[in-house]
């Protein structure tokens, strides 16, 4: 039995070595790439040749310790040994093709082969690339076997894109960053990268929800890993940022403000008109975040926002948001006396779309009677109504932002009020008493005159004669 496996594994090596094994390699130019296992049988001249066996010799050793590799042009200083493995370093143009290995041991000989196939992969287009032109990969075979791999590219977001290895699209933001091409082949894959720089802006949510009582940012930048340098090679032109208020009629105001601009230069905003409504850009404009921001919002910040980039030959990159402010306003104020009648009303001044709920808050467990969602009405407001209420703007389960106001209710007589009256009282007192006193005063004062101008003798005041 063990002799027939014995002599079963013989025939498969006799098969192997004469049907001779190939391997498929796919490398690009400049790669360093490394054929065969670097195991061999003890013993062993291990030889390695281009091409075909017995073809032009790459490299070769012994048991005895010999080894040698070509001194051609074509691969001087380019080949290695690891074990029987040949590593070939920065592959040339001339380099493709196949390469055989030839192990003799113990007077067999066992030959495989490795096709080593060239990949060309290719950016036709200008890089950096600003949004909007046409981004072109092409992957292709220097030498196409007979039974092909499959080859396609992946996006920075893991799409596959194009056919048949190439891809000619609109660059777009998503499109920053790298590309894969995949030689895909019997359940085997490599990967050749490419990175790809687009200018762009972030995509950014269309509409930004804040509060009367919470920040406002209005973002605003270049794709991440976009430097300054690249945005200028595209001849950038001028950076702004413009507000157009929302006009009752619930449309934007088509007369936008324009509000800051960038010097390109020192990379920092410049204020474009006095009134640039609180807003303070951000500090880290140097690594591209273009947004503005300001602590706390208000219903004049209401409106669209625009930041653009302008380039050369009329070339625009823009961002929109909509930023919408919830508020509370407490009718007819939000100091009260027991008993009084409040409406309070939420609402970011316009209609909510249907996937948006309001939902309130009160300091008492109890629900308030609610008109419609944007109004509430408290008939008689009592001690338990004191506190903070709030508003919620709700879509789809999250929650967009909210927005609070104090309710001060006090009793008709509130000590403070007692406090006002008695002190008002006291002061009235003061005042009596003063009145009295200097009034007291000046009669004292005019008897004692009338005294003093009986007494006096010389000298006789001028004018006065006694009768
Ligand atoms: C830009 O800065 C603002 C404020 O510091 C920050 O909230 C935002 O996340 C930044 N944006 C980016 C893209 O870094
Ligand atoms: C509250 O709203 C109701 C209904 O709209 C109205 O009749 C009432 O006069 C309002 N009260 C106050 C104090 O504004
Ligand atoms: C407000 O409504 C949303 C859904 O409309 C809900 O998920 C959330 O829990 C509610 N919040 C409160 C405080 O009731």
Redo the contacts with the bound molecule.
């Keep these: 039995m063990k002799n027939f496996i014995q002599s079963l594994l013989l025939l498969i090596a006799v098969i192997v070595s004469t049907t001779g094994a190939e391997e498929e390699i796919y490398a690009k130019e400049g790669e360093t790439i490394a054929l065969g296992s670097t195991s061999y049988p003890a013993q062993s001249y291990v030889y390695w040749y281009f091409e075909k066996k017995d073809g032009h010799q790459l490299a070769w050793f012994n048991p005895l310790g010999g080894k040698a590799f070509s001194n051609d042009e074509k691969w001087k200083n380019r080949l290695s040994l690891n074990g029987a493995s040949l590593i070939i370093k920065n592959l040339q143009k001339d380099n493709f093709g196949t390469f055989v290995c030839k192990i003799s041991a113990g007077g067999r000989d066992s030959i495989t082969a490795f096709k080593v196939i060239q990949v060309n992969v290719i950016e036709k287009s200008a890089s950096p690339l600003l949004s909007g032109e046409r981004l072109s990969l092409t992957c292709s075979l220097g030498s196409v076997p007979q039974n092909p791999p499959e080859i396609y590219w992946l996006s920075p977001k893991g799409n596959r894109e194009g056919n048949k290895g190439t891809v000619s699209i609109t660059a777009r933001s998503e499109h920053h960053g790298q590309w894969d091409c995949v030689v895909k082949k019997n359940g085997k894959e490599k990967k050749f990268p490419v990175s790809v720089t687009v200018v762009d802006l972030?995509p950014v949510p269309s509409h930004q929800y804040t509060s009367t009582v919470s920040p406002l940012?209005i973002?605003c930048?270049l794709i991440?890993g976009v430097t300054w340098d690249q945005v200028k090679k595209k001849e950038i032109e001028e950076v702004q940022w413009h507000f157009a208020p929302k006009l009752s009629s619930g449309t934007f105001s088509d007369n936008p403000e324009h509000l800051f601009s960038l010097d390109l230069e020192k990379l920092t905003w410049k204020k474009v008109q006095d009134n640039v409504k609180g807003l303070s850009p951000?500090?880290?404009i140097k690594?591209?975040?273009l947004?503005l921001?300001k602590s706390k919002a208000t219903v004049g910040d209401r409106g669209r926002y625009t930041c653009s980039m302008k380039f050369k030959n009329d070339r625009t990159l823009k961002t929109t948001v909509d930023v919408v402010v919830l508020e509370i306003i407490a009718h007819p104020r939000a100091e009260l006396i027991y008993g009084q009648q409040v409406n309070l009303s939420c609402s970011t001044g316009e209609q909510l779309p249907n996937d948006m709920k309001l939902n309130w808050t009160s300091p008492k467990t109890s629900s308030p009677y609610i008109l419609y969602p944007t109004h509430i009405t408290v008939p008689e407001v009592g001690k338990e109504d004191n506190g903070k209420w709030g508003c919620e703007l709700w879509q789809g389960g999250n929650k967009l932002t909210s927005v609070e106001i104090l309710l001060k209710i006090e009793p008709r007589l509130s000590v403070w009020m007692l406090v006002i009256i008695c002190s008002a009282a006291v002061i009235l007192l003061l005042l009596l008493v003063l009145a009295f006193i200097h009034y007291r005063r000046r009669k004292q004062k005019m008897r004692l005159r009338r005294h003093r101008l009986c007494q006096c003798k010389n000298p006789k005041p001028k004018g006065f004669y006694r009768t």
């Design positions: 972030a940012t973002p930048s991440p951000v500090y880290n690594i591209g975040n947004s921001t």
